[in-house]
């Protein structure tokens, strides 16, 4: 059991229990009567502290491959190993306390309010009251609820709310693994993004080995460190990254899954510090337009960019702004301004949103420190080359 036990002072559970490595080793799993293999051989490693998500159509054993990790289904064949450890040695009972299990909607139990609902497995673990309801407040507190809504009953929640207490108790124990079986997927689009986003920070403050099921290939690519992309019959399409995903397909069946937007898709995935930035040449308002001319010279964006005392983007001048003796700033075009952390998608339709098609891109402070030009984003964008096969020597 690595669920960390309780000191004589009852601190909080302190979150240290470091996430397992999952690993499965030609699985199988054939329903009694049935004609077919649900899971046909699968075999996937998923190293400690990521997150893989199952994706597929329904139908094809995504619930199935997720509940063999528990055991609340046993596999026909095949193993499956938690930080190097098969789980067919473990007692069922024990192996579900110390991994954490989300469920569509229905998980919570109606008639426990949402502390008792979160306090379910370290109250089979024992724990002092003490050590429980501090480890709620925390928990409440990590998935972005008030203490108010300990007492509450789970109809009084709402959709999104029900959620992050699911998650909450799948949390309590700091499982070193967690399942999480389309837990977002009855949930407004606006909502859902925000749990997307609160589960990513939940994992960079303390990764955690995740198994997430999902049919949305936009929610896996947003999630996913590893993509495992299932077709009916339980057999892997392809077990990858989500760039690698979207940059090469394995087949024509992962291809139309992926959609035929897997090139904007891809923008979801980068920021815009991991594209070259073009230097603009920099100047001030009222400095001599025959000076600012001679600037250009070096720049690699074809208009000056006017920043005002600290650095800070003001306008776009072009040809005629340059006409008059000095630079006029209130005569420049506004600029589209974005940060270097920000995702290439956003940052593209703030570039499209303005006249000129460059994007001044600023630093904490707001100052300076390139240009994103939408050239860049569109070789962004391009087809990538075909994986390297050896030239013919010419
Ligand atoms: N207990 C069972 N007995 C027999 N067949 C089952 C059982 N559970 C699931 N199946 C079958 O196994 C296949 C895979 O089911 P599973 O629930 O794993 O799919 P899924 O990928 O999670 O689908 P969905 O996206 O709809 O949730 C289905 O054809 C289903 O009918
Ligand atoms: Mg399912």
Known sequence: MTVPPAPAGDRPAAATTPAAELRFEEVVKRYPG?????????????????ILVLVGPSGCGKTTAMRMVNRMIEPTSGRILIAGRPTAEREPA???????????????????????NIATVPRLLDWSRDRIAARTTELLDLVGLDATFAGRYPTQLSGGQRQRVGVARALAVD??????????????????????????????AQPRTIVFVTHDIDEAIKLGDRVAV??????LAQYATPAELLLAPADEFVERFVGADRALKRL????????????????????????????LGDAEVPYPLVVDPDGR???????????????????????????????????????????????????DAGAVVGVLSSDAVAR????????????PAA
């Open 34 to 50: 049935a004609d077919a293999a649900t899971i046909e051989g699968l075999s996937l490693t998923v190293p400690a502290g990521e």
């Open 94 to 116: 024990e192996l579900r306390r110390e991994i954490g299990y989300v469920i569509q909607q229905t998980g919570l139990f109606p008639h426990r309010t949402v502390a008792d």
């Open 175 to 204: 499982p070193p693994l967690m399942l999480m079986d389309e837990p977002f997927g009855a949930i407004d689009p606006i909502t859902r993004d925000r749990l997307q986003n609160e589960l990513l920070r939940l994992q960079r």
């Open 230 to 235: 299932m077709r009916p019959g339980g057999h």
């Open 268 to 295: 979801a995935l980068g920021r815009v510090r991991d594209l070259p930035l073009e230097r603009p040449a920099l100047v001030r308002h009222d400095d001599p337009s025959a000076w600012v001319r001679a600037q």
């Open 313 to 363: 983007p003001v306008a776009w001048l072009d040809e005629d702004d340059l006409a008059a003796e000095r630079v006029d700033a209130a005569a420049g075009s506004p600029v589209a301004i974005v940060s270097r952390d920000d995702v290439l998608r956003d940052a593209f339709s703030t570039v499209l949103a303005h006249a000129v098609q460059y994007a001044a891109v600023v630093d």
């Open 380 to 391: 962004e964008l391009a087809p990538a080359p075909a994986p390297a096969e050896p030239e």
